[in-house]
């Protein structure tokens, strides 16, 4: 990771181009569309004031912005059209669409004194450039063209300047343990469990004073192979705890009668819940499920485990540029998130009809099972539910992240 880019990005922002009316998904579904003065300038010029009042909300209780797009009881924003596409980009072009309608999928950020484009897999096709090729996540130069509305951008913030002030070495680092070669990932995963537990004490977003020694120590720990292969081998036996991998299934479960503002991503979970049931067994016990989960998996990764370690090795790359650590109060959080997100998609990978047939029909799963969870996460409070059950149940903890490591 090059700290010399003035801004900086990734090949697959540079090869991503809205796909529009071919893509499977569209943007305006599900979530809140922030509407600020600016942008609501831009649409009064564009739709005129009658139509403008019937096509916004007032939220002032909104941290974003004064107004956000009105949905309809679809979830779907007001201005999509009967074909799926946004009446005010078909019509009026983009120069009308709100910021966020312009910039989606890319997002702009101020990372230290450099710039960073990236983008989320909560697009359909960002998650297919992403997740199938070597290359996808290499670094490049990023444009100010690149972005249709370059402005200035939204700064990393933590409250902690020390936990923020090596956040360049940091996410290299972490960056480097996903890309040892000649490990599995999860040996890979293993040793960036291990790193967030190590650091636990000290590196946090309340920390005060020089943090750099410790982490560094802590960093050079793994430059040694003999400290590589001590940790790989002190837990090559430990297996995930059925309990704990049940509890995620039962959370899965769980989902499929509880999003109802998410129809398409409970559509998926009901399709690959099914999967485990038959009409003699309609009711399977979550133990029953999760054995028969393990079955596939290491039928499927006999075949394709090439595939999903690329899969989910680039799923874990783009994790640490586009959501950053110092999100999170730690980096034991921070890995318990991405360990949790991995499982969760990876269950639905596996258990998802068909996905086994070949490795087109695997891509297309991994797709729909990708960006269809990046939307909820991003929108629904699945995944603090999900660390509040890893929490009730003692797994948030350096061994519960290591644990996780082996779903
Ligand atoms: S989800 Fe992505 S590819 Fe699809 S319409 Fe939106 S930006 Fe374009």
């Avoid at 960002?126 to 063209?145: Q, T």
């Avoid at 979970?269 to 309609?282: C, H, N, R």
Wanted: aromatic share 10%; charged share 20%; with cysteine.
């Amino acid at each position: 990771m090059s700290a010399n880019f003035d801004i900086l990005t990734q090949r697959y922002v540079v090869q991503f181009e809205c796909i529009a009316d071919r893509c499977e998904d569209d943007c305006c579904g599900g979530w809140n569309i922030p509407v600020k003065p600016s942008d609501e300038s831009r649409l009064l010029a564009a739709l005129g004031p009658t139509k403008l009042v019937q096509h916004i909300v007032r939220t002032p209780n909104s941290a974003q912005a004064p107004a956000a797009m009105k949905l309809c009881s679809n979830e779907r924003c007001s201005l999509q059209g009967s074909d799926g596409l946004c009446q005010v980009h078909s019509k009026h072009g983009q120069q009308a669409l709100p910021d966020i309608c312009a910039d989606y999928p890319r997002r702009l950020v101020q990372v230290d004194n450099r710039l960073e484009i990236t983008a989320a897999l909560s697009c359909p096709e960002v998650s297919r450039l992403v997740l199938f090729s070597e290359d996808a996540l290499a670094f490049e130069h990023g444009d100010p063209s690149m972005l249709p509305r370059p402005k200035p951008a939204q700064r990393m913030l933590t409250r902690s300047s020390s936990y923020y002030e090596p956040v360049n070495d940091v996410r290299s680092f972490l960056i480097q343990l996903l890309t040892l070669p000649h490990y599995t990932l999860k040996e890979r995963l293993l040793m960036l469990a291990f790193f967030a537990k190590s650091t636990r004490s000290f590196f946090h977003l309340e920390a005060e004073g020089n943090l750099g020694p410790p982490l560094l120590q802590s960093m050079q720990n793994f430059s040694n192979s003999a400290f590589r292969a001590e940790l790989i081998n002190a837990f090559s036996g430990e297996e995930i705890p059925s309990h704990l991998g049940m509890s995620l299934v039962e959370r899965v479960l769980h989902l499929s009668t509880s999003l109802r503002k998410q129809p398409k991503f409970t559509g998926l979970i009901a399709k690959a819940v099914t999967t485990y049931f038959d009409g003699d067994s309609p009711e399977r016990p979550t133990r029953v499920v999760w054995e028969m989960y393990r079955e596939r998996e290491a039928r499927m990764l006999d075949t394709f485990g090439d595939e999903f370690e690329l899969i989910f090795g680039n799923f874990a790359i783009h994790f640490v540029m586009h959501a950053p650590y110092t999100n999170s109060e730690n980096l034991l959080t921070y890995a318990i998130l991405l360990l949790s997100q991995i499982a969760m998609q990876k269950f639905l990978l596996v258990s998802y009809p068909g996905a086994d047939r070949d490795i087109e029909s695997l891509r297309k799963a991994a797709v729909e099972v990708i960006y269809q969870c990046q939307r909820t996460f991003l929108h629904t409070e699945i995944l603090p539910h999900l660390y509040g059950d890893l929490k009730d149940n003692g797994y948030v903890t350096g061994a519960g992240a290591m644990l996780l490591t082996k779903f």
